[in-house]
């Protein structure tokens, strides 16, 4: 029986480590995804290339903080938090300024969401492992 509940709290402990991170590199594929809008028939290869790049550039910094989230957790938990926040209060400003916009807060539940709960599952790792 204390076998059994040590398999379990290492499957636990091992979902819990591997969550977030695998989460994180879905959600920011998904983000990568918006960029691809650039692409069009019109535009030179040049041009192309310069709005991959500016567009992918909340890709890159997510990149950067999955890196050193994936040994500190707690950096994890912060960074994701932050972008979530973030993204809110640059949607909000957006919406205050055109108020048509007002449905677009509603979208941003698909971005900040997933960012919030990523944060959140790197939090409950890194006081599991300080445990």
């Not at 205050?96 to 698909?110: D, F, K, M």
């Amino acid at each position: 029986m204390i076998a059994l509940f040590i398999n379990m709290r290492k499957g636990t402990s091992r979902w819990l480590y591997w969550t977030p991170r695998i989460i994180s590199i879905v959600f920011i594929l998904f983000l990568a995804l918006f960029s691809l809008d650039v692409i069009t028939p019109e535009a030179t290869f040049w041009q192309i290339l310069g709005g991959l790049v500016m567009h992918n550039i909340p890709v890159f910094i997510l990149i950067i903080v999955l890196v050193v989230a994936w040994k500190r957790e707690y950096v994890g938990a912060i960074a994701f938090a932050l972008a979530g926040l973030l993204y809110l209060l640059l949607m909000l400003i957006s919406a205050i300024r055109n108020p048509l916009e007002w449905y677009a807060l509603s979208y941003s539940v698909i971005i900040a969401g997933p960012a919030f709960g990523i944060a959140m599952l790197f939090y409950l790792n890194w006081k599991k492992k300080n445990r």
